[in-house]
C-alpha cells in the first residue's frame, strides 16, 4: 500500500476522508497531500452489501444505510469487530438527533454482510482500515465521513425533483459541492435542524 501512496504522492498516514454514494455503491478514500494541504483521490472500492433504498436512516430496525455527514474518531475503530474490522461512523448525529432520529452501530465494515452497515469485501476493509487507523496514530483527531444518497451532479438533482427528501439532499449538495470546489473536507454544524456548511481548515 505504501508503494501505492507513494505512486500518487500520498504518504500512509497523513490525514484521510470517506465518501460513500449509495446509488452507485461505492466508498472512495482520499488522502490529504502534503504539498498542497488538499485531497487527492487514493482509491474507491466497492459496497459489497447495502440494505434499504435511497433517503435517510430515520429509525431503528428500519434497515436503512445513513445519509448524512458523520465523523470517527480513535474510540470508533473496532478492531475485535465480529465482521472482521470496522468503525463506527457515528449515527445519529446532530441533525439526526434533531429530526428525532434512533438507530445504533452504523458501522463500515468487512465480511459482505449488512443491515443499515456499509459492508466490504474483508481484503477491501483491511486496506481503508489500515488507512483509516493510521491517519488517526499519526495526529489526526478524526476522519470524516460523508454519506451520499448519489453523485449530487446538476443532472442527478434534477432528476430528484419531487422527491420526497428533495429539500434534505439540496442541504446535503451543499457539502458535496463544497469540497468539490474546495478538496478540503469542508466544517460541517446543525442549525435550525439544517446543515451549515463551512469551508474546512485542515
Known amino acids: 500500500m505504501k508503494k501505492a501512496l507513494a505512486a500518487k504522492g500520498l504518504h500512509l498516514g497523513d490525514p484521510v476522508f470517506i465518501r460513500?454514494?449509495?446509488?452507485?455503491?461505492?466508498?472512495?478514500?482520499?488522502?490529504?497531500?502534503?504539498?498542497?494541504?488538499?485531497?487527492?483521490?487514493?482509491?474507491?472500492?466497492?459496497?459489497?452489501?447495502?440494505?434499504?433504498?435511497?433517503?435517510?436512516?430515520?429509525?431503528?430496525?428500519?434497515?436503512?444505510?445513513?445519509?448524512?455527514?458523520?465523523?470517527?474518531?480513535?474510540?470508533?475503530?473496532?478492531?475485535?469487530?465480529?465482521?472482521?474490522?470496522?468503525?463506527?461512523?457515528?449515527?445519529?448525529?446532530?441533525?439526526?438527533?434533531?429530526?428525532?432520529?434512533?438507530?445504533?452501530?452504523?458501522?463500515?465494515?468487512?465480511?459482505?454482510?449488512?443491515?443499515?452497515c456499509f459492508a466490504m469485501t474483508d481484503p477491501a476493509i483491511e486496506e481503508i482500515y489500515t488507512l483509516c487507523a493510521a491517519a488517526l496514530d499519526r495526529g489526526q483527531p478524526f476522519f470524516r465521513v460523508h454519506c451520499f444518497p448519489f453523485r449530487m451532479t446538476s443532472a442527478r438533482m434534477a432528476a430528484a425533483v419531487g422527491d420526497p427528501w428533495e429539500d434534505f439532499w439540496k442541504n446535503l449538495k451543499e457539502g458535496y459541492d463544497r469540497f468539490e470546489a474546495d478538496r478540503v473536507p469542508p466544517d460541517v454544524m446543525v442549525e435550525g435542524k439544517r446543515y451549515v456548511i463551512r469551508s474546512g481548515n485542515e
Not at 91 to 104: M, S
Open 20 to 116: 460513500v454514494f449509495k446509488e452507485e455503491r461505492t466508498l472512495e478514500l482520499w488522502v490529504r497531500r502534503r504539498d498542497t494541504r488538499k485531497y487527492d483521490l487514493f482509491r474507491s472500492w466497492p459496497v459489497a452489501a447495502m440494505s434499504g433504498v435511497l433517503g435517510p436512516k430515520l429509525q431503528e430496525g428500519d434497515a436503512q444505510a445513513p445519509e448524512g455527514f458523520y465523523f470517527v474518531p480513535p474510540e470508533r475503530m473496532k478492531p475485535d469487530s465480529q465482521f472482521h474490522l470496522a468503525f463506527n461512523i457515528g449515527y445519529p448525529n446532530a441533525y439526526d438527533l434533531a429530526h428525532d432520529r434512533t438507530g445504533t452501530f452504523l458501522m463500515v465494515h468487512g465480511n459482505e454482510v449488512s443491515i443499515g
